[in-house]
């Protein structure tokens, strides 16, 4: 729709409230959102450019991003395989519990953060309920970066599972039957028809889960030990900062954090714009 | 969703379909992880909460810091929801029944909050109101508390929960269009009397909705409070604040304890939210809050 006809159409409403409701809705979204975040730019921007570089390059902070990059990357990587299976079999099969299971995928949504880090604390920890077993196997997860990633495997399983499943469930079973009655093995039309079908929706739910998984704060802290350069996560050393009334140093690591998950999050829209193109549907 | 409805009828070939082993092995692996994954955390809750038993579970929650914590939190919710209500109403009013320019980015606005991770939602209001923030020395002449006080955790829980009930409405007043309004307000309704029985009884369940999910949030927001709250006893703890302060006490049971009730909000949630989906599909939108 042309711009001036959306502004007659505005006018020709008879619809009463526009001003009132919009006024409403800029203003509550200015006072809590916009310039709060506004705020953070400026007293980045603050620190001067030499301050800012040397805040963000320093050793400590590049190590924590890598974590919460890295670890978000694996997780939603890890998530992705597990929430295509476990989409494909709720929407595919059907199984006693079915019902409970498909209801429980968004805990980790519903859970707040801190109980689920104290949960995973306790199975995880070197004693703890799972842990112990490993650490008699010689694998530790507790307290070291590998459990930051399982903290954020918990943290994106829905994300990834919510958007496949909408879409496994209004694929349709014709394609895959013309894929077999034209002598396509079962794992070829998965990965051939299948696949590529839900790749879009798959592609989404991982960008959600490693989104999520970047800024995730609650669940990881109380199971990764914290141990800087090694398993400290980005929003705890900008919590660390504040506590040190260093705002100078949150404000930038967490302008950092935010426009590197801003630019992560563009890269994939456009692969993802690149990815229904090729396959037909814009 | 059914599965009744998913299936063909009548299943004569069975060309696509996995061998019963493929099946079984792929439920299973599917099971187990989320066994894992989902379950034992929270079984781990419930049984360290009860692990000395059933008189220190509930000593654990009648303490006093732990109440004013539990009433906290039941305040900073209440007025979060109540908030999110009148925006997301106004929002979705605007958004769904009017055609302006700079539409989608208004609406992408609104579901920032949704990619800034927890503690950037606290931090930002620290930067703005903190001591050496930027409005900090004024609010000090001024002796008006924000930070470390009950005005910026309603503010940081407000900021993390801002999307949750306006993305909601606005997904379904879109679906629903302005004809049930134009009609009733060229039959004469006043705009407010059209609101009240024409839009309010077709959007209650899709408020409801977008309310518990908010609401949930709202109670068990973690890392937005913990950077403004100060975390100061019995003042300026929420309930995930609570646990967290108990746990590094090494207060375990008392931990779990305020953890069981937080986890068993999500539980309640999660039965709720299933009940809504099921029962109200069409008159929530699904699909439109993650």
Redesign the interface.
């Known amino acids: ?1 042309s ?1 001036a ?3 007659i ?2 006018n020709q ?6 001003g ?3 006024g ?3 203003t ?2 200015s006072l ?6 506004a ?2 730019a ?2 980045a921007a603050g620190v001067g450019p030499a301050e800012f570089w040397r805040i963000a390059t320093h050793p400590r902070t590049l190590a924590a991003l890598r974590l919460s990059f890295g670890a978000a990357f694996i997780a939603a990587a890890v998530n992705a395989v ?1 929430g295509l ?2 989409a ?4 595919r ?3 006693p ?1 079915k019902g409970i ?16 880090g ?6 995880y920890a070197p004693n703890g ?2 842990g112990g077993g490993l650490a008699q196997l010689g694998i530790k997860v507790g307290y070291t970066p590998t459990a930051v990633v399982v903290a954020l ?2 943290v994106g ?3 990834v599972v ?2 496949v499943q ?1 879409v496994l ?1 209004e694929s349709e ?1 014709e394609i ?2 013309a ?3 034209l002598g396509a093995s ?1 794992l070829r ?1 998965i990965f051939q028809v299948v696949l590529p079908l839900v790749s879009p929706a798959l592609l989404t739910g991982f960008a ?1 889960a490693f ?1 999520r998984g ?5 669940s990881v802290i ?1 199971v990764a030990g914290n141990l800087p350069f090694v398993s400290e996560i980005a ?2 050393l ?2 660390i900062r ?1 506590e040190e ?1 260093d ?1 100078g140093g ?2 930038v690591i ?1 302008t950092v ?2 426009a590197l ?2 630019f992560l ?1 563009m890269v994939i829209s456009a692969l993802q714009t690149r990815n229904r193109r090729r396959l037909g549907y814009v | 969703m059914s599965d009744a409805v998913m299936r063909p009828p009548i299943r004569q070939a069975r060309v696509n379909d996995e061998m019963p082993l493929v099946r079984y092995a792929l439920i299973g692996v599917a099971v187990l992880f989320l066994l894992l994954i989902l379950f034992l955390p929270l079984v781990a809750v419930f049984a360290e909460a009860f692990r000395r038993g059933a008189g220190a579970y509930l000593n654990a929650l009648t303490d006093p810091d732990t109440t004013a914590a539990i009433g906290l939190t039941l305040l900073v919710a209440f007025i979060s929801v109540v908030f999110n209500i009148v925006v997301g109403v106004s929002a979705a009013w605007a958004i769904a029944k009017f055609h302006f320019r700079g539409k989608q980015f208004l609406i992408t606005l609104i579901n920032l909050p949704f990619s800034v991770s927890p503690v950037i939602s606290g931090l930002v209001f620290v930067l703005l109101f903190g001591a050496g923030g930027l409005l900090g020395p004024w609010l000090q002449a001024h002796d008006i508390e924000i930070i470390f006080a009950l005005p910026g955790i309603v503010l940081a829980t407000i900021f993390v929960t801002f999307p949750f009930v306006t993305q909601q409405l606005v997904t379904l007043m879109q679906a629903q269009g302005t004809q049930e309004e134009e009609c009733a307000l060229s039959l004469g309704a006043s705009g407010w009397r059209t609101f009240l029985f024409v839009t309010l009884p077709n959007i209650k369940w899709g408020l409801l909705y977008g309310v518990l999910l908010c609401n949930a949030r709202a109670m068990g927001e973690f890392g937005a409070v913990a950077v403004v709250s100060g975390k100061i006893r019995g003042l300026t703890n929420t309930m995930p604040l609570q646990v967290e302060i108990l746990y590094n006490e090494y207060n375990f049971v008392a931990a779990f304890a305020v953890a069981s009730l937080l986890a068993l909000l999500a539980l309640v949630t999660l039965a709720l939210k299933s009940f809504f989906e099921w029962r109200f599909a069409d008159a929530i939108a699904l699909g439109a809050t993650r």
Request: no cysteine; aromatic share 14%; net charge neutral.
């Open positions: 729709m711009v006809g959306g502004i159409r505005q409403s008879v619809i009463p409230g526009f009132i409701t919009l409403i809705t800029v509550a979204l809590v959102v916009l310039i709060p975040l705020a953070l400026f007293r597990f299976l476990v494909w079999v709720l929407v099969y059907r199984f519990g299971l498909d209801a429980a995928i968004d805990l980790p949504i519903a859970l707040p953060t801190a109980v689920a104290i949960a995973l604390a306790v199975i309920w799972v495997i918990f399983l829905p994300f919510r958007t909408p469930a079973k895959e039957e894929a077999a009655l079962r039309t959600l989104a970047i800024g995730e704060y609650g109380f929003p705890l900008i919590v504040l009334f705002y949150a404000a967490a954090m935010l998950s801003f999050l």
